[in-house]
């Protein structure tokens, strides 16, 4: 499993495309918190805080993390390998597993240049302040939560096509509507009582409450589940080529 996993992270980070999604990411992110004059950008708001990293990153992230899972199973379909791969010493689950983490792995590369910010507030801080350290790392484990959900959502995807176009569609739409499509279908208030369950359904309420710093089990167990869903979709959808 590891040597699979090895195989996933290097074969993304041999490719151009993968440090150029990740490139784009951060310079994009840059771009809109320290220079584009918007309502996340830290200078103008003139406090000593990144809460707005916390805030677009995860948009960022709807584009990011299909673009890195995209070719997880839907490559190895399209070259016709998918079956030397299950012919591996391995089962379904430690193969999905493998790529799974790999993406994990990708996109906690992907948030470790961000702590750069926290220095950078911290030195132009006047006078010196202590920024909440507590509340940014409850934040960031958030954010690496949101993304583990992301990338389940994504090999899912890759795992029902063998067009990485398709993947990256298919993975951007499930990844937004879980995001914010039940907080959508929950603000029209046309389900009573159960407005709240649905948008408890969604990423974005249990996100939200992490990036509080607040690390409530049942946000930790919501984000576990999600994953957990699945994952054990993709081994379905896998399994289904022996029916």
């Avoid at 950008?41 to 899972?69: K, Q």
């Avoid at 079956?83 to 590369?109: H, N």
């Amino acid at each position: 499993m590891f040597a699979l996993l090895k195989k996933e992270i290097g074969s993304f980070l041999n490719s151009l495309i993968g440090y150029i999604v990740i490139l784009v990411f951060l310079i994009s992110i840059g771009l809109l918190i320290w220079v584009f004059s918007t309502n996340y950008n830290i200078l103008d708001n003139g406090y000593a805080n990144f809460d707005s990293l916390f805030y677009v990153a995860p948009i960022f992230y709807l584009f990011l993390i299909p673009a890195i899972t995209m070719r997880s199973f839907a490559e190895e379909k399209n070259k016709g390998t998918i079956e030397l791969l299950f012919t591996r010493p391995l089962s379904d689950l430690q193969i999905i597993m493998a790529k799974y983490f790999a993406g994990l792995i990708l996109v906690f590369f992907s948030i470790i240049p961000t702590l750069i910010y926290y220095f950078t507030i911290k030195a132009l801080a006047k006078p010196p302040v202590d920024i909440d350290t507590g509340g940014m790392w409850g934040s960031y484990i958030g954010l690496l939560f949101l993304g583990s959900g992301f990338v389940a959502i994504g090999i899912f995807s890759s795992a029902i096509t063998d067009n990485q176009i398709i993947s990256f569609i298919t993975a951007l739409f499930l990844c937004g509507f879980f995001f914010l499509g039940f907080e959508f279908l929950g603000s029209f208030e046309l389900f009573g009582k159960a407005d709240n369950i649905i948008q408890q359904i969604g990423i974005k309420a249990h996100y939200l409450s992490m990036s509080r710093g607040v690390l409530d089990t049942r946000d930790l167990l919501y984000f576990i589940t999600l994953v957990a869903f699945f994952i054990i979709c993709t081994k379905t959808v896998l399994q289904s080529r022996k029916w």
